[in-house]
């Protein structure tokens, strides 16, 4: 099998997309399991949910969340 330039371009180009998103998905997730004290300490980096119950009615635990605002 000939592998030709059209299909070796895009192929690279994706595994070095690749490379480069490791360390930001390997990155822990430090929020995760902490109490709300611990994690409203570490704002803005995390944030605390509220619990609430859903439309269905299931009702869930309050949780603390990396936060997805953008670092000004």
């Given at each position: 099998m000939r592998i030709?330039?059209?299909?070796?371009?895009p192929v690279l180009a994706m595994s070095s997309?690749?490379?480069?998103t490791l360390p930001v998905l390997?990155?822990?997730i430090a929020c995760k399991g902490?109490?709300?004290?611990e994690c409203t300490a570490k704002a803005p980096a995390c944030k605390w949910v509220n619990g609430y119950k859903t439309v269905a009615g299931v009702d869930t635990k309050s949780y603390c969340r990396r936060s997805t605002a953008k670092a000004k």
């Amino acid at each position: 099998m000939r592998i030709t330039s059209k299909l070796l371009v895009p192929v690279l180009a994706m595994s070095s997309l690749a490379v480069l998103t490791l360390p930001v998905l390997a990155e822990p997730i430090a929020c995760k399991g902490l109490a709300q004290a611990e994690c409203t300490a570490k704002a803005p980096a995390c944030k605390w949910v509220n619990g609430y119950k859903t439309v269905a009615g299931v009702d869930t635990k309050s949780y603390c969340r990396r936060s997805t605002a953008k670092a000004k």
